[in-house]
């Protein structure tokens, strides 16, 4: 995807290494998601890049840098059942697990993981000393699927083209990591037995497998639909295998910053379409409730997704901020699960926006 060019004083900087605006980054995001409980705390994300900046930045782009990563995988693979400390899967693998050091310290004392990968770009007006975008992704390596979880421009920026430019960069930049991922687990496969891979780049079956064990409470028919997946994301061609989500108000619904109406035909100018199921956002912690009220899009996606590969990042979202495993017995679980479980794919909505559910 190509980018737009940028005006000569705009400067596009990833938060996890420049951190001395963090203060500035959240304010920009509380101006623009004034609603109680809709912005994370500022002291836990403050956590999350800080924890991630001491890792690796897998988002610099550098196809040498791939290239080399691979001779040197298939030249190790044949010398070694040992996992090289600082071998593409383990830096990767402390990535994910490090993503978040509340939920580090829950996989800690449980057990859990892998989480999300988070990915956030912000765009800085040099002459007016001015922090003035951001977009933040979350990349989850079980289903392989991004999500836009922020998007947003100062006031005065709108209209510019900014807005086309940092949703292609926050495309670019998680598609590049998804296909690393991709190539990471293949080159794994062919000489790694199930139950070895690091979680972080597992398949979804060994994921599932391992916890079904232990009696996670998933119901059958979603393990066995699940199951069914697992080889197809790396059967695919590379434009077919990722997907970049999004969530927005559905209709009727406002947040005292932009009508539904509105943001519907915005969302749809950049390129989102309706991904036509029963969406239900998992609640995001222990004193708020799930949410009816969005609807899930997809970006720039002209294939129809698999079901299985939804189910997986429902599970995996609602695993990623559970304490436990209670959310499969829950109602809103079971009827995303009931709606997905009736396709194998599901086809994009061609309705042209406003969006009905």
């Not at 190790?76 to 490090?98: A, G, L, M, Q, R």
């Not at 509105?262 to 036509?276: D, M, N, V, Y």
């Not at 970006?299 to 209670?326: C, D, H, Q, V």
Request: hydrophobic share 30%; proline share 5%.
């Amino acid at each position: 995807m190509k980018l737009p060019t940028l005006p000569p004083n705009i400067s596009v900087l990833d938060i996890k290494t420049n951190m001395e605006y963090y203060d500035e980054y959240y304010k920009l995001l509380q101006l623009n998601f004034p609603i109680e409980d809709e912005l994370d705390d500022y002291d836990e994300m403050k956590q999350v890049f800080l924890t991630d900046s001491k890792i690796i930045n897998v988002t610099q782009e550098s196809d040498e840098d791939d290239e080399s990563e691979s001779d040197e995988e298939d030249e190790d693979s044949d010398d070694s059942d040992e996992e090289d400390e600082e071998s593409p899967s383990n830096i990767t693998s402390k990535y994910v697990y490090n993503a978040n050091a509340k939920r580090q310290k829950k996989q800690d004392e449980k057990k859990e993981g892998p989480f999300p990968v988070t990915i956030s770009h912000f765009l800085y007006d040099e002459q007016k000393k001015k922090l003035i975008g951001i977009f933040y992704v979350e990349y989850y390596p079980i289903s392989k699927v991004a999500q836009l979880n922020y998007f947003c421009l100062a006031p005065g920026y709108k209209g510019k083209k900014l807005g086309k430019y940092m949703l292609n960069k926050a495309y670019a930049c998680t598609k590049q990591l998804h296909l690393k991922f991709i190539k990471w687990i293949k080159l794994r496969q062919a000489r790694t037995t199930l139950g070895r891979l690091p979680y972080a780049i597992g398949t979804e079956t060994e994921f599932y497998f391992e916890y079904k064990k232990k009696e996670h409470n998933l119901p059958r028919e979603v393990v066995e639909h699940i199951e069914c997946y697992d080889k197809e994301v790396l059967e695919l061609k590379e434009e077919e295998s990722f997907f970049f989500l999004a969530e927005t108000n559905k209709i009727g619904v406002e947040d005292g910053i932009l009508k539904s109406e509105i943001r519907h035909a915005i969302l749809e100018k950049l390129g989102f379409s309706h991904i036509p199921i029963k969406y239900i956002q998992p609640p995001l912690s222990d004193h708020q409730a799930p949410c009816y009220d969005l609807l899930l899009l997809a970006l720039n996606s002209k294939n129809p997704i698999p079901s299985a590969r939804l189910l997986l990042y429902m599970i995996e979202f609602g695993y990623s901020i559970e304490e436990g495993w209670t959310f499969p017995s829950s109602t809103w679980f079971n009827i995303v699960a009931k709606s997905l479980l009736k396709h194998e794919k599901i086809t994009l909505s061609d309705e042209q926006a406003p969006w009905q559910e």
